[in-house]
């Protein structure tokens, strides 16, 4: 049986053919597949500037950059992520400050945030954890409160929504995520929306090495920047995905509605928040990039190392995001330790990443549900059964 990988990007003939195209027009750098893109990605979020990048990475250093963050700041994150979130923190010269996470989102905790603000802190970068978002509400509430910027990073959130607002739509600076296990991919790359058209020109500056060229050949460079921009090869993979975002999002739901309607009760799995965006389920829709249970380590002599090398002797391929990154050598030697943060540790101990992407069909979620049945002790036919009482009891609501 094929391999059943945890993520998988869906190309279609449309968008390599548009690929060809731009190999084939002599103009594969930044160009104007690039400037389409831009636009494509503006349209989306009500003509809010928007302004592409090579990653994810560099989107969310220069919206530090912008924001004006740097040596002798701090900045306040969630150490239930990326690595890169706070590491681009440590790359502008300021310092992140780490708050745990509130167990049933698994994003940063708003009730803990405001008594982490000192008179050094002068942003906050929220995570929407595999495309759940943070309560947007209260976080710019409280940056209003203590005039912080906010950065937010929605790598993982595209399409996503809070209180029927999509993000990315509204809010301060805002970066995306179009890696290849993202809901969108163009290769690499990534995105950032800004406010205004300032913000949008010394985002294209810090992008090529801080330069601004004339129309006479004459040049300036008066920021530090690098060489961070996008190719019109990735930008013609992205316009292509974009067309299909929604697409792709219903059915990961669909997708997220099986696993929680055919996994066992039984198994011992702390299932991720259920948002749909459905009435009664609050004001957060998911946009489901990643399909996140908990294992039950307490009953798994063999560890989650173990879960995953049985899973993939059942043909299933499995991820870990994140480990909490406080605990990392990097940040470590920064004076954190383990216990700082027990709920973000607890959870970056015991989570996998289930395969969910649009190109699964609905038998590969039964077959995931068997392999954890198996891996974790019960057969089909029992999970079968325990699934039917589900249902019948309410504990499931399809």
Request: net charge negative.
């Amino acid at each position: 049986m094929e391999f059943l990988p945890f993520t998988r990007p869906s190309i279609d003939e449309a968008t390599i053919s548009s690929v060809v195209e731009v190999l084939r027009s002599g103009w594969i750098t930044t160009g104007p597949k690039c400037r389409e893109f831009e636009a494509a990605l503006s349209a989306r979020y009500g003509g809010r500037p928007v302004r592409v990048a090579a990653s994810a990475t560099a989107a969310l250093e220069f919206a530090l950059r912008i924001a004006g963050i740097g040596p002798g700041d701090e900045v306040i994150t969630t150490p239930l992520s990326w690595v890169a979130t706070a590491n681009v923190v440590l790359t502008v010269g300021a310092t992140p400050v780490f708050v745990d996470v509130d167990p049933a989102t698994r994003n940063i905790d708003l009730d803990r945030l405001e008594s982490a603000i000192t008179e050094r802190t002068r942003a906050l970068i929220p995570v929407d954890l595999a495309g759940l978002p943070v309560d947007r509400d209260r976080l710019y509430q409280i940056a209003a409160r203590h005039r912080l910027r906010v950065i937010e990073d929605a790598a993982q959130s595209m399409g996503a929504a809070w209180d029927g607002r999509e993000v990315g739509a509204g809010g301060d600076l805002v970066a995306i995520s179009f890696h290849p296990n993202k809901n969108i991919t163009s290769i690499e790359g990534g995105c950032l929306v800004v406010n205004d058209a300032d913000e949008a020109r010394l985002f294209e500056k810090l992008r090529l090495q801080g330069v601004t060229r004339q129309a006479d050949g004459t040049m300036d460079c008066d920021v530090l920047g690098y060489k961070a921009n996008l190719t019109d090869v990735a930008a013609a993979v992205g316009i292509g995905q974009l067309a299909r975002l929604d697409e792709f999002n219903a059915r990961r739901t669909e997708l997220a509605h099986r696993y929680f309607d055919r996994i066992d009760p039984s198994l011992g799995l702390s299932l991720p928040p259920r948002a749909f965006g459905e009435p009664g389920a609050g004001p957060a829709r998911s946009n489901w990039h990643m399909f996140q249970p908990l294992l039950p380590l307490a009953r798994m002599p063999a560890g989650r190392a173990g879960f995953i090398d049985a899973m993939k002797a059942q043909g299933i391929g499995i991820g870990v995001h994140y480990p909490a990154m406080h605990r990392f050598s990097l940040f470590a030697a920064r004076g954190w330790r383990e216990g700082d943060f027990p709920h973000a540790e607890a959870i970056g101990d015991a989570t996998v990443s289930l395969p969910l992407f649009p190109a699964m069909l609905d038998g590969d979620v039964d077959r995931v549900c068997d392999a954890l049945a198996a891996v974790l002790g019960t057969s089909p036919r029992e999970r079968t059964g325990a699934v039917t009482a589900g249902a019948t009891s309410g504990t499931t609501d399809r």
